[in-house]
């Protein structure tokens, strides 16, 4: 019902910075928390970033300082910007949102993920 398109992804080197969108369609009646996750090659998915719907932010310790995350609630939009970018950030980012949806009658809570965008930083 509700998917998420990432763009932004890509070669960087360390040092530069880099911007990824994530836009959010589908019937949905609202979007509660959007966010960023990542997951590096042989590692769990970790937070990156997560952003409420009245803008309460929240950052994992490892982007602290480098990473802003914003949004447009009028257009289902979430953005992330990095900058110092560091070879330990070199991971597949996920969009993520909790949408609220009409389901058989019954606004449900559902978690939706994106299909991911590569972030490759290079030395």
């Known amino acids: 019902q509700v998917q998420l398109v990432e763009s932004g992804g890509g070669l960087v080197q360390a040092g530069g910075s880099l911007r990824l969108s994530c836009v959010a369609s589908?019937?949905?009646?609202?979007?509660?928390?959007m966010g960023w996750y990542r997951q590096a090659p042989g590692l769990q998915r970790e937070l990156v970033a997560t952003?409420?719907?009245?803008?309460?932010?929240n950052y994992s310790h490892s982007v602290k300082g480098r990473a802003t995350i914003s949004r447009d609630n009028a257009k289902n939009t979430v953005h992330l910007q990095m900058n110092s970018l560091q070879t330990k950030d070199t991971a597949v980012y996920y969009c993520?949102?909790?949408?609220?949806?009409?389901?058989?009658?019954?606004?449900?809570?559902?978690?939706?993920w994106g299909k991911g965008t590569k972030v490759t930083v290079s030395s």
């Open positions: 952003i409420t719907n009245r803008g309460t932010l």
């Open positions: 589908g019937r949905m009646l609202s979007i509660n928390e």
């Open positions: 993520r949102a909790e949408a609220s949806v009409m389901s058989w009658g019954r606004v449900r809570e559902n978690e939706c």
